[in-house]
């Protein structure tokens, strides 16, 4: 399977809420004073790849960084550091503002969570699937029709609809518009945060359906994030578990979800409720994740909500290790490999 | 189901007057969940799940109204009852544990008081002695460092907290009835599984009866010992939860059953339900609100729903049920 996109040690900071104020800042650049402020690694180091027409899930609790992670790829956001190559084109070196009118700018699209909310409520579901093709394919008139319509058809959205404003669509209409906006262009690749979240089950299941047909048709590649691991298990072919910024695990969803090797992992998968299972004895997390702000270089970050928490945990930070095509960050993964 | 129910409801209806017309949310639910029992009222949203628990909490929106029915707590028909009385049951006897905690608290006042001030109406405790009760409550719902998270406000703390901090405002005056309406909704699964843990050992050592209220069929299922599925306003089956999932009658259920994701191995095998809610506007509502979705409709479905023995466990209102088995019981998961 030939990349389509390449992330390379991508870190995301932000300079923390609660950090010293205007006084302080004043006093620091006259009187001097420590010379880091405090920050918040949103997303430290992390780097994994996406094939040609392959789907890949991440998941993790809120907070954890993913939403960066996916703006910053999107080149919504600046990174901090690393690249992101898309191709053979490097698109982290552009800042956002710059790559906002760039050529390759409708090769990643986005569908956000709740089109209720994403979607422009004085444009119609027409005008906002054209709105970037406007802007990104230059298109006027009837070829902007033209295509416009030819979207909608294979997101299986009427031609009757395309009319109306978002309040008047129903929640599974607004996710078809979401997700015809984004296709609209042609991108290679999709990123798609939560797009079923805020859906019924019935409804949930046609436009999984709907993503599924849409990738094959038109072969593009997906970033789907979700906190909902039983639909990335469907959909997914592989998946990232993100913990405080850190890419804990990586895999094939299907391992990963059979066999979690990380203790993270571990509790996720064992919080999924299940139809034909109880809550009896399973794994739980207790306490808070550890502060993001300038977290310990040299600490685990599960380390205080792990089950297994050792010495060693908090005297070197674990690296991503491979084992075959899983990579884990712990100190222990090996325990938990399947025997072959 | 010998125990006494601690609450039940007979034959409630509830309407809207909407400008476009009257909106029928709730017709002839009846359901009562005994003490110290668990349920869960399942539906997809605006089948009317949140309805319920508002009417029975005496908590509708002024547009709302209930045109029919009883809802018995303790021998006091809550929906007959003066505000008056209300105010005094609400907190004491019943209460509520609402979907969004972080718009639910009051956000401009401290999580200590907003605890003690339950536990000065409600629950006895004098007003010298509330703040440190306060404090006993945050510990008992598994908050570390409580004297310091008593100051705290709710925008300070995460979601999981604030779910907390709710739960030891809903439970301070030791109700005997706890509704819990989506209360892990929004929340990442690892919080869920703690929360709803929470939520089931209180229950347990309180022994309320709690109505749990989720569009979650799995997580309905890990967690109460009935479930009751709704649909456009009606109770279509009630069943214990473990007897629902094999053995579901109702068309709509087994619908609901199959869409889940994690009944299916593959995206392809996951069915969806075809058609949507019907406008409960109508005039002409069939007597079935579910017959123009459904695909075994005959032509009995346009007499009024049967309605079951009253003693039946297992109750489905539908005329041509499926047979009892039908649906081979779903794989259990290997993932």
Same mark, same amino acid.
């Given at each position: 399977m030939t990349t389509l996109l390449d992330v390379a040690d991508v870190s995301k900071l932000f300079p923390a809420a609660g950090g010293p104020g205007a006084w302080a800042r004043i006093k620091r650049r006259f009187v001097g004073g420590p010379a880091n402020l405090p920050q918040v690694h949103a997303v430290d180091d992390v780097s994994f790849a996406i094939g040609k027409g392959e789907t890949v899930g991440l998941v993790g609790e809120s907070g954890c960084g993913k939403s960066t992670l996916v703006r910053a790829l999107t080149r919504l956001i600046d990174v901090s550091d690393g690249t992101i190559t898309l191709g053979d084109r490097e698109l982290a070196r552009k800042t956002s503002r710059v790559f906002a009118r760039d050529r390759d700018r409708a090769r990643i699209q986005m569908v956000f969570q709740d089109a209720g909310e994403s979607v422009n409520p004085r444009f119609t579901a027409f005008n906002a699937i054209a709105d970037p093709l406007r802007r990104l394919r230059k298109l006027r008139g009837a070829a902007l029709e033209e295509r416009v319509s030819t979207v909608a058809r294979q997101c299986g959205l009427p031609a009757e609809l395309l009319s109306r404003f978002p309040h008047q669509l129903s929640g599974g209409q607004r996710a078809r518009v979401g997700i015809a906006r984004a296709v609209a262009v042609e991108p290679d690749l999709l990123v798609l945060d939560e797009p079923t979240a805020a859906l019924d089950v019935s409804v949930q299941v046609v436009i999984l359906q709907l993503l599924q047909r849409l990738k094959r048709d038109l072969g593009m590649s997906y970033l789907f994030v979700s906190h909902d691991l039983s639909v990335v298990r469907l959909l997914c072919d592989s998946v990232l578990v993100m913990y405080l910024?850190?890419?804990?695990?990586?895999?094939?969803?299907?391992?990963?979800?059979?066999?979690?090797?990380?203790?993270?992992?571990?509790?996720?998968? =064992?919080?999924?409720?299940?139809?034909?299972?109880?809550?009896?004895?399973?794994?739980?997390?207790?306490?808070?994740?550890? %502060?993001?702000i300038d977290p310990d270089p040299n600490v685990c970050r599960f380390y205080g909500r792990c089950p297994r928490g050792m010495e060693n945990c908090k005297a070197a930070m674990p690296a991503l290790r491979q084992f075959g095509q899983r990579h884990v960050a712990c100190h222990f993964a090996e325990e938990f490999l399947p025997r072959p | 189901m010998t125990a006494a129910p601690a609450l039940s409801v007979e034959k409630l209806c509830v309407e809207f007057r909407t400008r476009s017309g009257v909106v029928r949310a709730l017709d002839n639910v009846s359901f009562s969940v005994a003490?110290?029992?668990?349920?869960?009222?399942?539906?997809? %949203?605006?089948?009317?799940? %949140?309805?319920?628990?508002? #009417?029975?909490?005496g908590i509708l929106d002024p547009a709302g109204r209930v045109t029919g029915g009883r809802a018995m707590l303790d021998g006091l028909d809550l929906l007959s009852a003066s505000e008056r009385q209300l105010a005094d049951v609400r907190g004491r006897k019943m209460a509520?544990?609402?979907?969004?905690?972080?718009?639910?608290?009051?956000?401009?006042?401290?999580?200590?008081?907003?605890?003690?001030?339950?536990?000065?109406?409600?629950?006895?405790?004098?007003?010298?002695? =509330?703040?440190?009760?306060?404090?006993?409550?945050?510990r008992a719902v598994g908050i570390t460092d409580p004297v310091r998270r008593a100051k705290t406000y709710p925008f300070e703390m995460s979601g999981g907290m604030c779910q907390r901090v709710m739960i030891a405002i809903a439970l301070a005056a030791k109700p005997s009835l706890l509704i819990a309406d989506e209360p892990t909704t929004g929340l990442d699964v690892t919080t869920q599984a703690v929360i709803m843990d929470l939520i089931s050992d209180l229950a347990k050592k309180l022994g309320m009866a709690t109505i749990f209220i989720t569009h979650d069929l799995a997580l309905a299922g890990q967690r109460a010992a009935r479930i009751v599925v709704m649909h456009a306003g009606h109770i279509v089956e009630t069943a214990?939860?473990?007897?629902?999932?094999?053995?579901?009658?109702?068309?709509?259920?087994?619908?609901?059953? #199959?869409?889940?994701?994690?009944? =299916?191995?593959?995206?392809? =095998?996951?069915?969806?339900?075809?058609? %949507?809610?019907p406008d409960l506007r109508r005039a002409d509502l069939p007597p079935c609100r579910y017959s123009e979705?459904?695909?075994?409709?005959?032509?009995?479905?346009?007499?009024?729903?049967?309605?079951?023995?009253?003693?039946?466990?297992?109750?489905?209102?539908?005329?041509?049920?499926?047979?009892?088995? #039908?649906?081979s019981a779903p794989k259990v998961n290997a993932a």
């Open positions: 910024g850190k890419i804990v695990e990586a895999g094939p969803a299907a391992e990963v979800f059979a066999h979690p090797l990380h203790p993270y992992t571990q509790a996720l998968v =064992a919080a999924v409720p299940r139809l034909h299972d109880d809550a009896g004895t399973q794994l739980r997390l207790s306490g808070e994740p550890r %502060s993001p | 003490k110290g029992e668990t349920i869960a009222l399942v539906g997809e %949203s605006g089948s009317g799940k %949140s309805v319920t628990a508002y #009417a029975v909490m509520m544990i609402f979907q969004n905690p972080r718009t639910a608290l009051n956000p401009i006042r401290q999580v200590g008081r907003q605890i003690a001030d339950v536990l000065i109406r409600h629950g006895d405790v004098t007003r010298k002695a =509330a703040p440190a009760a306060a404090i006993e409550m945050l214990p939860t473990r007897d629902l999932f094999v053995n579901a009658r109702h068309p709509y259920t087994a619908e609901l059953i #199959a869409a889940t994701p994690d009944s =299916a191995t593959s995206l392809d =095998a996951l069915a969806s339900i075809p058609g %949507s809610l979705r459904c695909p075994r409709k005959t032509e009995r479905c346009a007499q009024p729903l049967p309605v079951g023995p009253p003693e039946a466990v297992h109750t489905i209102a539908c005329w041509n049920p499926l047979p009892e088995r #039908a649906i």
